[in-house]
């Protein structure tokens, strides 16, 4: 069993400051295909973000992220403290073609690692990933340290990538890691 957790955190400067979970996709929020894919994998699922007022109506748990201005990293470090399981899959807010398939192969491949996560052409998605609790102190030193890339904290884990090929069987027209930052990418996402 883990848990799933939607990091809601950013402040989405590219898009004019905008709550991203709440854009619509195919008339459905971002946030309500997550949470819809997700109910179906796992009793588990919080939301990790700034303000948790935002999401009350979400229906899960929302909780605060708990070191302010660490980024992403500070998300991911809260996400695995608040966990209720060893195991956690993680995954930022603003992507609204996840699959229940692709989410249940990342957490078996995260099984015994201390992190999982897809590998495409434009690299590493560790804000799609699933990551062990274990793994909390070391993005602690790293956020004490004042290095916030999740990447760069990868360094001095057991992670376990799912490479191209295997990432293609779950994503047959290439828009399963969109993430939607600028209008560009909204545009493609509703297309």
Not at 30 to 43: E, F, H, K, N, W
Not at 70 to 84: D, H, K, M, Q, R
Request: proline share 6%; aromatic share 4%; net charge neutral.
């Amino acid at each position: 069993m883990w848990t799933a957790a939607i990091l809601a955190g950013g402040q989405a400067r590219r898009l004019g400051g905008i709550d991203k979970s709440a854009l619509l996709v195919r008339g459905t929020s971002i946030l309500d295909r997550q949470l819809a894919v997700l109910r179906s994998l796992t009793p588990h699922i919080l939301i990790v973000a700034s303000d948790e007022h935002r999401y009350r109506e979400a229906g899960v748990p929302v909780v605060r992220d708990r070191i302010r201005g660490a980024g992403s990293l500070g998300g991911l470090y809260t996400a695995l403290v608040e966990a209720p399981t060893e195991q956690l899959v993680v995954m930022a807010c603003d992507m609204p073609f996840l699959t229940a398939p692709f989410l249940t192969r990342l957490a078996a491949l995260g099984a015994g690692a201390d992190a999982a996560m897809p590998r495409d052409s434009r690299g590493l998605h560790p804000v799609c990933a699933a990551w062990a609790r274990r793994a909390a102190p070391h993005l602690l030193a790293r956020i004490d340290e004042g290095q916030l890339r999740i990447l760069d904290a990868l360094a001095g884990l057991d992670v376990r990538e799912m490479d191209p090929g295997e990432l293609a069987r779950f994503d047959p027209d290439g828009r399963l890691l969109l993430n939607i930052n600028t209008p560009d990418d909204y545009a493609r996402a509703t297309a």
